[in-house]
């Protein structure tokens, strides 16, 4: 049994050695032995390849605004073991997280002992449904990959979320984009509303099979639900005559396609039978902020941090960049995991920015600064080997321009906290 946080983060440490290990058999086995927590729990399911977290921030804030207690399950978390789990806006207490790990590791250690060791994180998941049970009106459940497979998955939500569908992780969804989608339409569920955002052609159909197999009424953006946006970053939404109004203090297109499938799930909640203001919802959705999305992090020099960690990822955080910072020397500094379409997010990062350095960072999927560097195809790139001296140097005002860090939400979480502590 543990006693101190300290032994708690050393036992999940441990546990990575088991790795990704897809698949919903011992996340079942763990719940059944707790008694079905995750029955107890009101919750909506969120998938899709980007825009989760902000998605899940924009309805929590709104459902916090009409007083319904929330409880939010994100991976990855940018502050540690507690950061995965939330109720309203406090992380889990560290003594709360020592008595659920001892609840749950005499299961742990059964499983163990059958020669089928559950994960890192669905020790964390199973956790969450735990803690959850305890006394929350709904759950935000953030998938961690992909959907079907996703250790998430095994819940019966009152509506699911699918944001988009891109390629990422293909090593474990597959290569094609029909294939993803099969993967993070594995959450829709009998009977269960599901919201999709903006979806090629390609995608959309296979989540609409998937739909009309269990019975669940499809919302997608631009069809059933739709928003202007307007010059000064606020936008009016639109709903089968319901107009909702707001402004955004996030940057990026995307983030108004968040708030957008946001709004709609509180439609559906409505219907469901929750009693939400839409002017109260309107207003928190205009003040949330979401930390390592397109974040300033100090302002002289200027740093924006953006965890865009796929292909995807990275083209809306350039898209974003070019909208704010036209005439602005641009600099990037770079890592991530070197599972991810490399080729891809380099190529798109060295043609968008005056200078591109490369660095790495401790993780076992982190990729190889110099390989980052080899793969990179301008003539404005640099090494760093220890990203924590090319921070102090950017904090410095080494150089000229606006400086931006990106990549893994690994690294972002490493970046933020090492910046905000010498503050």
């Not at 996340?27 to 998605?55: C, D, F, W, Y």
């Not at 302002?299 to 974003?320: C, M, Q, R, W």
């Not at 904090?395 to 979480?413: A, C, H, M, P």
Request: negative net charge; contains cysteine; hydrophobic residues 40%.
């Amino acid at each position: 049994m543990f006693t101190t946080f300290q032994e708690i983060e050393a036992f999940f440490n441990s546990r990575k050695a088991f790795g990704i290990k897809p698949g919903l058999d011992r996340i079942h086995r763990l719940l059944a032995l707790l008694n079905h927590p995750e029955k107890s729990v009101p919750a909506i399911h969120v998938a899709g390849t980007n825009g989760k977290g902000s998605t899940i921030q924009f309805i929590k804030n709104a459902l916090q605004a009409n007083d319904v207690k929330v409880g939010v399950f994100t991976s990855p978390s940018l502050t540690g073991l507690t950061g995965h789990l939330l109720i309203d806006d406090s992380e889990i207490s560290e003594p709360t997280f020592i008595d659920l790990c001892n609840e749950l590791y005499p299961h742990v250690l059964q499983l163990d002992q059958e020669h089928n060791p559950p994960t890192e994180f669905e020790i964390i998941t199973a956790i969450g449904f735990l803690y959850f049970s305890q006394g929350v009106d709904i759950a935000l459940i953030e998938a961690g990959m992909g959907g079907r497979e996703d250790t998430t998955n095994c819940f019966h939500p009152i509506l699911s979320i699918i944001t988009n569908v891109a390629k990422d992780h293909t090593a474990f969804l597959g290569d094609s984009i029909s294939e993803i989608a099969y993967q993070k339409a594995g959450i829709i569920k009998v009977n269960s509303p599901v919201i999709v955002g903006d979806l090629e052609a390609e995608a959309l159909a296979v989540i609409i099979a998937e739909a009309n197999k269990c019975n669940a009424p499809v919302y997608q953006l631009g069809e059933n639900f739709s928003y202007n946006r307007n010059k000064d970053r606020s936008m009016t939404w639109f709903n089968n005559g319901r107009t909702v109004k707001t402004n955004l203090q996030m940057y990026g297109e995307y983030q108004f396609q968040n708030a957008s499938i946001a709004l709609m799930a509180l439609e559906k909640l409505v219907d469901a039978g929750y009693q939400i203001s839409f002017t109260k919802a309107a207003l928190a959705i205009g003040q949330t902020k979401l930390a390592g999305r397109f974040e300033i992090v100090n302002k002289d020099p200027l740093v924006i941090l953006d965890g865009a960690h796929n292909s995807a990822g990275v083209a809306a955080f350039i898209k974003t960049v070019n909208e704010h910072f036209t005439a602005d020397e641009k600099h990037v500094l770079v890592a991530v995991f070197k599972d991810k379409e490399l080729d891809a997010m380099l190529e798109q990062l060295g043609a968008s920015f005056t200078s591109i350095t490369l660095t790495s960072f401790q993780h076992p999927r982190a990729a190889n600064a110099e390989d980052l560097y080899q793969l990179t195809s301008t003539s404005e790139k640099h090494i760093a080997t220890d990203w924590k001296e090319e921070v102090n140097q950017i904090l410095q005002g080494k150089g000229s321009g606006v400086r931006f860090i990106t990549g893994s939400l690994n690294f972002i979480s490493l970046v933020r906290e090492y910046i905000l502590s010498r503050k």
